[in-house]
């Protein structure tokens, strides 16, 4: 007889439906629900763009820093940040996830981490539509498919950028790469405070000067290379001006190694000619110049960030 309250029990111990009724239950409490009965889901309106997404245990985070609530949410903000970054608005966006949990994760476990995407997902004007439920005996895997229409009469892309333009960032950089070096709860909580920042995006859309964008998932200097290279100009950063919270500052003072490469703000970079401000609180932290490749304060740079393969 096994004496564990239900919430502490394995999955195994619940069976398909019962873990797709909790799934469902948790998103019917976040205004999210979803028709799990079918194979597909019937989506209204117009998807312009479409993205996918995946976190896996071990490689993405791990339960013993982050709740499984901060890694639903993470799933979610990732995905949606990836429509901002190409021009989706805080409307009419969709999520699909499949889950593949080890068979000891428990269903309390699972409630938090469908709790946290479902909120996350509702919070920015997202459903989730359908998804998958599949037992493995390696790390969970959540992977996400995410869809919605365009804000503007075009997608934003990486290339584009012209030299002379500006180069500009949406929010602070470095608080996500401080969580992860430093343990304790108020750092943990600066890292979880990621969002997708979607209604820049739109306003930046609508605007219509932005010559290219992408968001910086993997690190402001990497990503700045690959929005570099994808559109034949040469970046130049410039490390002063590359904004930090008031917490990382309070921890790393001038040391911006962590904000330059660290990864996983989910701000958007992008490029405009200078004349005209953005529409958006925007931070101004380098240019664009002829020729290739990325300098900071006009010198060389390696492109460090992170690179799963490399």
């Given at each position: 007889m096994n004496d564990d309250p239900p919430s502490q029990r394995p999955l195994t111990a619940h069976g398909e439906a019962g873990l797709l009724a909790i799934i469902a239950?948790?998103?019917?409490?976040?205004?999210?629900?979803?028709d799990l009965d079918d194979d597909c889901a019937r989506l209204a309106g117009r998807t312009d763009l479409v993205t996918a997404d995946t976190l896996v245990e071990g490689v993405h985070f791990e339960l013993g820093r982050d709740?499984?609530?901060?890694v639903g949410?993470?799933?979610?903000?990732?995905?949606?940040?990836?429509?901002?970054?190409s021009g989706c608005g805080p409307s009419g966006l969709w999520l699909v996830w499949s889950l593949c949990l080890p068979a000891a994760w428990d269903v309390a476990a699972l409630g938090a981490l469908t709790?946290?995407?479902?909120?996350?997902?509702?919070?920015?004007?997202?459903?989730?539509?359908?998804?998958?439920?599949?037992?493995?005996?390696?790390?969970?895997?959540?992977?996400?498919?995410?869809?919605?229409?365009?804000?503007?009469?075009?997608?934003?892309?990486?290339?584009?950028?012209r030299a002379g333009d500006a180069v500009y960032v949406t929010g602070a950089l470095g608080d996500a790469a401080?969580?992860?070096?430093?343990?304790d709860a108020s750092a943990r909580a600066a890292r979880h405070r990621w969002r997708p920042h979607?209604?820049?995006?739109?306003?930046?859309?609508?605007?219509?000067?932005?010559?290219?964008?992408?968001?910086?998932?993997?690190?402001l200097l990497l990503d700045a290379a690959r929005l570099a290279a994808a559109s034949g100009v040469a970046v130049d950063l410039r490390r002063a001006d590359v904004p930090v919270s008031d917490f990382y500052r309070s921890r790393r003072g001038d040391d911006l190694d962590l904000a330059l490469h660290g990864g996983e703000d989910y701000v958007l970079l992008f490029t405009a000619p200078p004349a005209e401000p953005p529409p958006v609180r925007a931070w101004r932290v380098g240019h664009c110049a002829p020729?290739?490749?990325?300098?900071?304060?006009?010198?060389?740079?390696?492109?460090?960030?992170?690179d799963h393969f490399a």
């Open positions: 239950a948790e998103l019917d409490g976040a205004s999210v629900p979803a709740g499984p609530e901060h949410a993470q799933a979610a903000v990732q995905n949606l940040s990836d429509l901002a970054a709790r946290g995407f479902a909120r996350t997902a509702a919070r920015h004007g997202a459903r989730v539509v359908g998804g998958n439920l599949s037992r493995t005996p390696g790390p969970a895997v959540i992977a996400v498919t995410a869809g919605g229409p365009l804000a503007g009469a075009r997608p934003l892309t990486r290339r584009g950028a401080l969580g992860v070096v430093e343990h979607l209604a820049e995006a739109a306003a930046l859309a609508v605007w219509g000067r932005v010559t290219a964008m992408m968001d910086v998932s993997d690190g020729g290739a490749g990325l300098r900071l304060d006009g010198e060389p740079a390696r492109p460090q960030g992170y």
